[in-house]
């Protein structure tokens, strides 16, 4: 069994009479790529502040590597990486330079330090810039320093908080592949805290939707939009025409519109079909893409278009947080 690297329960945190952080209770396994969702000011920097022991919560623990982050700080921050979304570098010195001192800041002496600075930089793809001055780097290779930076002391879990603003998209793309390459090859654990949908989407395991400091639902993409769109989360859009004559099999019936909905509405998944114009809207509990165009075809009908929509994290991220429902 997997074990949980990551444990939060019923963690709380006010500042004044604002409630940042709401009974917040959340599992991370080991290896796990975890997004951390919501809009700006939900609460997600002051929950990774309490993982990291930098602010204490008001009632609730937290533990990370099976650390009491409140009562063991220093223990935590030894195996624990911190990317922020703006990372401080000294700007007159190289990219080398930099993560050598903070190689030497972690133990690492000498020629080990150089010789790991160095092969991190080429890892996260800094092997021409390592000896420029960081003054002159761009944001996305700031940001690619900074998870070299993160990796020095070879960390067990890593807390990533918006480290893709202001990064062109190329940039992202290749930071994010970064990103899923560290935990699916070497099994670190990553938090993504991001309010940016299509990146999360693109690289996390599982997703918590977090809204003014309560976790409203967590679990990967299929398994929210079942619960958000009663268990029909893909709908198949398909244009057909229906023969003027009986079809091969002599049957009239199937060659009707009725005589259609009829018959898709026997495919075990199916749970409704709309037809508006000339477009039929078939909901279903699961993919039946394939099933659906065997069915038309042998039915008779012509079949001139078929698509697959899936509700993604856009859809979801409405559902919760711009549709008006209601689900605390």
């Known amino acids: 069994m997997t074990q949980n690297i990551i ?5 709380t945190k006010k500042y004044g009479s604002h409630l940042a952080v709401d009974k917040l209770s959340l599992t991370i396994k080991k290896g796990e790529v975890f997004g951390l969702l919501g809009p700006n000011g939900a609460g997600k ?7 990291l022991g930098l602010t204490e919560p008001d009632s609730g623990t937290v533990k990370v590597c099976n650390i009491n982050s409140t009562n ?12 922020p979304e703006d990372v401080g570098f000294y700007e007159d010195m190289t990219g080398l330079e930099n993560i050598i001192y903070t190689a030497r800041l972690n133990g690492i002496s000498g020629d080990d330090a150089r010789d790991k600075a160095t092969g991190l930089l080429k890892r996260v793809g800094l092997s021409d810039a390592m000896l420029k001055k960081t003054g002159k780097y761009s944001r996305g290779m700031r940001q690619r320093l900074g998870l ?23 940039g992202v793309r290749d930071f994010l592949e970064l990103i899923v390459k560290l935990s699916k090859k070497e099994g670190i654990t990553v938090l993504f805290s991001s309010h940016h949908l299509l990146q999360v989407q693109q690289v996390c395991d599982r997703v918590g939707l ?3 400091g309560k976790l409203l639902a967590e679990g990967d993409v299929q398994s929210l939009s079942n619960k958000l769109f009663d268990n029909n989360a893909y709908t198949i859009e398909t244009d057909l025409s229906l023969p003027s004559s009986r079809n091969s099999s002599g049957n009239p019936k199937k060659c009707t519109t009725t005589g259609l909905k009829e018959i898709l509405q026997g495919v075990p998944g199916i749970a409704s079909i709309k037809k508006k114009n000339d477009i039929f809207q078939i909901e279903c509990s699961h993919d039946l893409t394939s099933e659906i165009a065997r069915t038309i075809l042998k039915s008779g009908a012509n079949l001139n278009y078929l698509n697959k929509k899936e509700y993604g994290l856009d859809d979801i991220y409405y559902r919760y947080f711009e549709g008006g429902v209601n689900h605390e």
């Open 210 to 212: 977090f809204v003014k």
């Open 45 to 51: 920097s002051t929950t990774i502040l309490m993982m």
């Open 7 to 11: 444990e939060l329960v019923d963690l």
């Open 72 to 83: 063991n700080p220093i223990e935590v921050k030894k195996r624990v990486g911190y990317l």
């Open 148 to 170: 070299a930076d993160v990796l020095i002391k070879d960390p067990e879990v890593i807390i990533l908080d918006e480290p893709t603003l202001g990064i062109d998209p190329t």
